[in-house]
């Protein structure tokens, strides 16, 4: 497969990893999920499934999980 690497692709790699630390690892339940409601949201924002959909930017992601946090 011959995927573009983005800014998009990283944002999902990070929640990727947000649930794996925070989360059930592949089971994205928010029963899983070890933090609060907001960021859960924002981890799942970033996992959408079309790029077009996820946070733009690192940057941006980075904003609304510290929103969340704060």
């Given at each position: 497969?011959?995927?573009?690497?983005?800014?998009?692709?990283?944002?999902?790699?990070?929640?990727?990893?947000?649930?794996?630390?925070?989360?059930?690892?592949?089971?994205?339940?928010?029963?899983?999920?070890e933090?609060?409601?907001?960021?859960?949201?924002?981890?799942?924002?970033?996992?959408?499934?079309?790029?077009?959909?996820?946070?733009?930017?690192?940057?941006?992601?980075?904003h609304?999980?510290?929103?969340?946090?704060?």
């Amino acid at each position: 497969m011959n995927a573009v690497i983005t800014s998009a692709t990283n944002v999902y790699t990070l929640a990727g990893l947000a649930f794996a630390f925070i989360g059930g690892k592949s089971d994205k339940s928010f029963e899983k999920w070890e933090a609060s409601k907001n960021l859960y949201n924002v981890c799942l924002k970033a996992l959408e499934n079309n790029p077009s959909n996820r946070f733009t930017t690192i940057s941006s992601f980075y904003h609304k999980w510290d929103e969340s946090i704060s």
